[in-house]
């Protein structure tokens, strides 16, 4: 069944992969991490090792699931699906058939807009022409500071239908950002006990920036110890710009 989600941005998620490890500085904080500790002392199916050497593991593992990849089949109306949640889809340890099964569903599912998020942007755009795109797949990368926007390139570089930026949490200024095929970008400060601060010119600048281009923005969260009750207004309002969804 779906999972509703608490995201701002999306509706439901889908999880055919978990386990991840970090990759780069947004991950110091990795709020998958801590939830996957607390889903395998509940005895959550998916964060128990299952015996099988070949796609399981104990703890955040990178394990495939093949028997998620049925849900969206049987989800009766169009949803908004955050795909791998816990995961990173092209993480070096997700085989290339497993990612074609999961583009697959995709593709059986056009009533369905699903959205993938990754930092491993040079494997995604190194094995794009091995991939049959669907139309309402959204690709996006995470842009968390301005050592990794070369991620940006990459993503241009795979035929996706839609392209987006998650600059969350946004550790530094992004600065002459090149939005050039880019459709959307949100942006928002880190969560939880140990939160790094965000500059408000930070976010500003992003937005500013895509005003310019004429590009899609969302800010998602102040962020904090407590993000809620932080709030989400920038200069007065909330910006929730999304891209079309797919027809």
């Not at 791998?84 to 074609?100: G, Y």
């Not at 995470?142 to 795979?158: G, K, N, Q, Y």
Request: neutral net charge; contains cysteine.
């Amino acid at each position: 069944m779906a999972t509703n989600s608490a995201i701002e941005w999306t509706e439901v998620t889908w999880n055919p992969v978990t386990g991840c490890d970090r990759v780069a500085a947004g991950c110091d904080n990795c709020y998958a991490l801590a939830l996957a500790k607390r889903l395998k002392a509940m005895g959550a199916e998916k964060y128990q090792n299952d015996g099988d050497p070949r796609t399981s593991g104990p703890g955040f593992a990178i394990t495939t699931h093949p028997r998620a990849l049925v849900q969206p089949l049987r989800w009766r109306s169009p949803k908004v699906v955050f795909v791998n949640s816990m995961s990173d889809l092209f993480h070096a340890k997700v085989p290339l058939d497993f990612i074609r099964d999961v583009f697959d569903v995709m593709r059986e599912t056009p009533q369905h807009t699903y959205q993938v998020l990754t930092k491993r942007a040079h494997r995604m755009a190194r094995m794009a022409d091995k991939l049959d795109w669907p139309g309402n797949l959204w690709m996006g990368v995470s842009v968390e500071s301005a050592d990794v926007v070369d991620r940006i390139d990459h993503l241009r570089a795979v035929p996706a239908a839609t392209r987006f930026l998650s600059c969350e949490p946004l550790l530094t200024a992004l600065p002459n950002l090149d939005l050039g095929g880019v459709d959307w970008v949100i942006a928002g400060g880190e969560s939880g006990p140990r939160a790094r601060p965000m500059d408000a010119a930070w976010v500003e600048e992003i937005r500013d920036q895509c005003v310019e281009a004429n590009v899609a923005f969302f800010f998602k969260q102040w962020g904090g110890r407590t993000p809620k009750a932080n709030g989400r207004d920038l200069g007065g309002r909330t910006w929730d710009d999304m891209p079309k969804l797919a027809v």
